[in-house]
């Protein structure tokens, strides 16, 4: 039972272009929302994070919105550039408990 | 730059062997997590522990699995007997308690069971 979705496994774009990644959670419980990049052999960075008070977070070229009438956020990167290209998860949680759940995983792809 | 240290990087055995992957946390950090890397299921949580105490561990498979932190530096898990569904990459993780402080990761421990 996966209770948060990333359904687009992979998403190439084009450099200097927006890079929007998608996710969806089922568990009306979670309160807090945040993204990883991950690059190969390595493990997860935090990125950024939202929590249910919000509906969007900004921090330099990334942004995640959140709309929880839909179980929905998003994190938008602009301008896209080649070292964005990594594996991103969604990941979510009861605000103060450390316990993570992730998504598959999304591969971003920037093309030069 | 502080950071969470696994051992080792990779990791070939055949079925039935025991293998036991180790996880440094970050000096300070209080609560530590273990996750399994799979291409179907994503980052799945198996156990995590504060202050070296077992908080959750309903993802694991306990008839072949357990882990432990017998000290504050020191996390271990371990497969026995290893079988080959569980060929993935383990991730040790670390966070300090308090809100919701990131959690870093180690650089995994890729597992391959033949």
């Known amino acids: 039972d996966q209770q948060v979705k990333q359904n687009s496994p992979s998403l190439s774009v084009q450099e200097g272009r927006i890079s929007i990644l998608n996710c969806d959670y089922t568990n009306s419980m979670f309160d807090y929302f945040l993204w990883y990049k991950k690059y190969p052999a390595e493990g997860p960075t935090f990125l950024i994070s939202?929590?249910?008070?919000?509906d969007k977070n900004e921090d330099g070229r990334f942004t995640v919105f959140l709309n929880k009438s839909a179980k929905h956020l998003s994190l938008h990167i602009v301008p896209s550039q080649p070292g964005d290209s990594a594996v991103y998860f969604c990941?979510?949680?009861?605000?103060?408990?450390?316990?993570?759940?992730f998504g598959t995983g999304t591969r971003l792809t920037i093309i030069p | 730059d502080a950071r969470v240290t696994q051992t080792p990087r990779h990791k070939v055995t055949e079925m039935g062997q025991e293998v036991t992957m180790r996880c440094q946390p970050i000096?300070?950090?209080?609560?530590v997590f273990w996750y399994r890397q799979t291409m179907m299921q994503g980052l799945e949580l198996l156990a995590y522990?504060?202050?070296?105490?077992?908080?959750?561990d309903s993802g694991m498979p306990k008839d072949r699995f357990s882990a432990e932190m017998p000290d504050a530096t020191l996390a271990t898990l371990k497969i026995q007997p290893s079988e080959p569904r569980d060929s993935a990459v383990y991730f040790c993780?670390?966070?300090?308690?308090?809100?919701?402080?990131?959690?870093?990761f180690g650089n995994g421990t890729r597992l391959t069971v033949t």
């Open positions: 522990f504060r202050n070296r105490a077992p908080l959750d």
């Open positions: 939202i929590s249910s008070i919000k």
């Open positions: 000096l300070g950090h209080n609560t």
């Open positions: 993780a670390s966070a300090l308690t308090g809100g919701n402080s990131p959690l870093h």
């Open positions: 990941a979510a949680a009861n605000f103060g408990n450390e316990k993570l759940t």
